[in-house]
C-alpha cells in the first residue's frame, strides 16, 4: 500500500500528475479539484490508494486523505469500481458525497455519470450505516488560475468524455449558470457533469 507520495510535480495532464519522488516519476491519477491544485515544478504531497488488477497497478492521487477514504470506501459497494468512484468525487466532494449517502439523496448520486437509480439506491443501502452522519456541505475553494471554460474543458475530457460532448456541456453551464469574477471551477465542473448526465 502506497499511503502518500511527496515530490516535485513534473508534469500534470488532463486527468493525472506526474510527481518526481527521488529521481523516480510517480504517474497518478487524479479528481479535476486536485489537478486544479498542483502547479509544474512545484512541491505537493497527495494521498494516494493503489488499485491493484491482474494486469495492471494503478495509483491514485488526491489533496486530503479525507478524499482518498471516501474514495476507498464508495468502492465496497456492489458495482463501484475506481473510475466511478474518481467520478462520484468529482461531482460531489467528499462530505456532500457523505450527506448524499447519509440522507438518501438519489438524485445527487444519479447525478454522476455511469450511475442510475438502482445503482444509487444500491449505494445507499449498502454505505448509509458507514458513512457517518450527515454533516452540513459547503463548496471547497478552488484555486483560480486558467479560465474556468478551459479548466472544465479539460476536466470533462479527462474524465472520458468526448471533446464534442465536453464543448456542448461547457456552453450549457456558460448559458445556465451564473458565473462571476472569481469562479468557483469545482461548482461549475458539477454543473457540466449534471448536465451530461440528462442527456
Known amino acids: 500500500m502506497i499511503a502518500h507520495v511527496r515530490g ?4 500534470v495532464t488532463l486527468n493525472a500528475a506526474v510527481i518526481d519522488v ?15 491544485g498542483l502547479r509544474i515544478g512545484s512541491e505537493t504531497q497527495l494521498a494516494t490508494s493503489l488499485v491493484v488488477r491482474e494486469d495492471s497497478l494503478t495509483l491514485y492521487g488526491f489533496a486530503d486523505v479525507t ?11 456492489s458495482g463501484v469500481g ?3 468512484a474518481q467520478a462520484m468525487l468529482a461531482v ?17 448520486l444519479t447525478a454522476v455519470p455511469g450511475i442510475g437509480r438502482k445503482g444509487a ?38 474524465l472520458g468524455w468526448s471533446a464534442k460532448d465536453a464543448q456542448k456541456a461547457v456552453e450549457t ?17 458539477r454543473a457540466a457533469l449534471r448536465s451530461l448526465s440528462r442527456t
Open 82 to 84: 475506481p473510475k466511478v
Open 173 to 189: 453551464v456558460a448559458d445556465t449558470e451564473t458565473v462571476g469574477e472569481q469562479p468557483d471551477v469545482a461548482a461549475l465542473l
Open 8 to 11: 516535485t510535480v513534473a508534469a
Open 121 to 158: 439506491e444500491r449505494i445507499v443501502v449498502e454505505l448509509k450505516d458507514r458513512v457517518g452522519p450527515a454533516a452540513a456541505t459547503s463548496a471547497p475553494a478552488v484555486p483560480q488560475g486558467a479560465p474556468w471554460r478551459d479548466q472544465v474543458l479539460e476536466a470533462l475530457q479527462g
Open 92 to 108: 460531489l466532494p467528499p462530505e456532500q458525497l457523505r450527506h448524499a449517502i447519509a440522507t438518501e439523496d438519489h438524485a445527487a
Open 67 to 77: 478524499e482518498r477514504d471516501m474514495f476507498e470506501l464508495v468502492q465496497t459497494a
Open 22 to 36: 527521488a529521481g523516480l516519476g510517480h504517474h497518478v491519477f487524479c479528481t479535476p479539484d486536485t489537478i486544479a
